[in-house]
């Protein structure tokens, strides 16, 4: 009789654990666990979590990415609790908006995590794992209103995704891999398609919190990686670094999301004999849409294309009048899959439509090939590092100043994040703005990703007849002065 599907992210381990229990499942630092260890330690972080909390109460997690992190993670699964990672850098006023909004149960940052994880009891697997489509995991991203939405991912979207992932042939990740993730596990990039990957197919997981080149290729090379995921701005770091060839001398397999990678870039790591892929998606798709590991010319991907659909998801370009494109014209691009999520937190609005079909806000290309290529975004948001910044927030907290009298943001091309903020602000009659002291004060309110890179001061904005800001100008000016 064939084992019935997984419930969720942490029966995986569970399976794993029983399948290969002295293999090693997790590297952080100078810590390693088999995945009979892991599987323990899960198992007692869910006991201790449970305690005093009800089935379905928001646990948040504000963790760098690290071992602790990874078990509680599964722990709050395991235990019946929804998670909620939550970003580090986030300043007070963000953290406290989030855990308001989810009517947080508990909230767990780095100085309260080590006393709970130490009075973990030892007992019995609870087996209340969240499953189907219980919802698992609540992530925040930025709002278009300036207010961050809760995606609410179920167990189903996070298995589906990943089951996507392992379908793709020839594999892209196997039991034999080591995949580093240097990436945060709080944002779903790292959590689903490198932690929930991994403990789908039984591959060690090295994981690094904080990102520097040499010492990344170093972890690399000590621990024989053999696949990695990563963003632009770091691909682009290793390239340049002295020990690039030795930290790759192991990998078969590398993937880049956040934003398209530079042809620069790609053809760099081309020349040094290792292929570079390049991949889409968003965190309300868990996160993988595409991928150009996929089709004819996976030997040699070409740069700028995101690559077809993953096996399971299907992605159609439409125009404005919702009508399918004709080949080789722009079109918004929508998804749909097993791996979509539920909506945004509560009660699941802005969700898939009847038929199952997401918007994504992203305008997208089909080239010759079937090969899809991103060409600019419906709305305005702005990607840095691969997590979501939507101006109107940024916009929000810079116009609160009482020396601004207004303010516009947009997106700019960045060599190191693969796009950063750049803000065009407007003085008050009568006041004198400085850029550094106006930072200052947005870094009160905004976490260290979502602040502007440049903050211009301007005499005035274009607008148009009706009064809106063309943003479009802005775009080239921004562009213009990046590069």
Known sequence: MSEP????PSDLLRRQAAATPDKIALVDGDTRLSFAELDRRVTSAALALGRGLRTGDRVALQLGTGADLVLLYLGALRAGLVAVPVNPSYTAAEIDYVLSDCAAALHLAADSTRDLLKSAPDGADPHCDRGGEELAVLLYTSGTSGRSKGAMLSARALLANVDQIAAVEPPVLTADDVLFVPLPLTHIFGLNAGLGTALRVGATLVLADRFDPGATLATMAAEGVT??????GQYAAWLADPQFAAGFASVRFAMSGSATLARGVVDGYAEAGVTLYDGYGLTEA???VTINALGPG??????GAIGLPLPGIEVELRDGD????DDGDPGRLFVRGANLFSGYWPDGREGPDAHGWFGTGDIAVTDESGQLHLVGRSSELVIVNGFNVYPAEVE???AAHEDVAEVAVVGVPDGETGEAVHAFVVAAVGATLQPDELLATAARSLARFKLPKVIEIVAQLPHTVTGKIMKWQLDREA?????
């Open 322 to 325: 919702d009508e399918p494109v």
């Open 286 to 288: 868990a996160p993988v």
């Open 227 to 232: 696949a990695l995921l990563g963003v632009p």
């Open 5 to 8: 599907p997984a419930k969720g």
């Open 298 to 303: 996976r030997e040699h991907p070409r740069p």
């Open 396 to 398: 929000a907290v810079l």
């Open 479 to 483: 562009d213009g002065a990046a590069r």
